[in-house]
Nanobody, 119 residues
Framework: QVQLVESGGGLVQPGGSLRLSCAAS????????MAWYRQAPGKQRELVAA???????NYADSVKGRFTISRVNAKNTVYLQMNSLKPEDTADYYC?????????????WGQGTQVTVSS
């Protein structure tokens, strides 16, 4: 079994910063890709940023230049540094990991952490 545990959400004023963390634990052989998604009330879940085990990244256009995704492979941990936050960044943020466990590949989700950007 695998667990993804997120932390770092909260309330921040517009223009502020937050750093989200997500640590994966369990019988993990390797993690191919880790990502952050978000879902605002009444909207579909969308990809925010993703990073492969080799360090390749991609970002949603709406966060380019403001958010940075990074990971520490040895710790199975991914981070999302969010700067210049806007009210439209308000959402529940979910960690995602596509990984190999034993001989199979799986897609896991964290429980979500709430980010609220408001004055």
């Amino acid at each position: 079994q695998v667990q993804l545990v997120e932390s770092g959400g909260g309330l921040v004023q517009p223009g502020g910063s937050l750093r989200l963390s997500c640590a994966a634990s369990g019988s993990i052989a390797s993690i191919y890709r880790m990502a952050w998604y978000r879902q605002a009330p009444g909207k579909q879940r969308e990809l925010v940023a993703a990073i492969t085990s080799g360090g390749s990244t991609n970002y949603a256009d709406s966060v380019k230049g403001r958010f940075t995704i990074s990971r520490v492979n040895a710790k199975n941990t991914v981070y999302l540094q969010m700067n210049s936050l806007k009210p439209e960044d308000t959402a529940d943020y979910y960690c995602n990991a596509y990984l190999r466990m034993f001989s199979n590949e799986y897609n896991y989700w964290g429980q979500g952490t709430q980010v609220t950007v408001s004055s």
